[in-house]
């Protein structure tokens, strides 16, 4: 019913940025809750930053001030800027977004080394 297509992911080397793209194949809002996770190898998935309704915004402690979220609803895409790259911040990025029911992205690789 719903498609998430990410991008953006890829090298970079520490204290670089990349900017992750979401692309839904179904319309956004305010009303919707989302968020980017990240997961690791051998690590649990976990919450980088999300957006719930009307607009309460949070990030993991590992991310705030270099990471943001935003969306571009006339694009049904959402995005995630990461500046001051770590090597810690290498994972398997997914992007989230739940209308009635919650949908994932495929996942997109970022790799942060020197």
């Known amino acids: 019913q719903v498609q998430l297509v990410e991008s953006g992911g890829g090298l970079v080397q520490p204290g670089g940025s990349l900017r992750l793209s979401c692309a839904a194949s179904?319309?956004?809002?305010?009303?919707?809750?989302l968020g980017w996770y990240r997961q690791a190898p051998g690590k649990q998935r976990e919450l980088v930053a999300r957006?719930?309704?009307?607009?309460?915004?949070m990030y993991a402690d590992s991310v705030k001030g270099r990471f943001t979220i935003s969306r571009d609803n006339a694009k049904n895409t959402i995005y995630l800027q990461m500046n001051s790259l770590k090597p810690e911040d290498t994972a398997l990025y997914y992007c989230?977004?739940?209308?009635?029911?919650?949908?994932w992205g495929q996942g997109t690789q970022v790799t942060v080394s020197s």
């Open positions: 957006l719930l309704r009307f607009g309460d915004l």
């Open positions: 989230y977004i739940s209308w009635d029911d919650g949908y």
């Open positions: 179904r319309s956004i809002s305010s009303s919707n809750i």
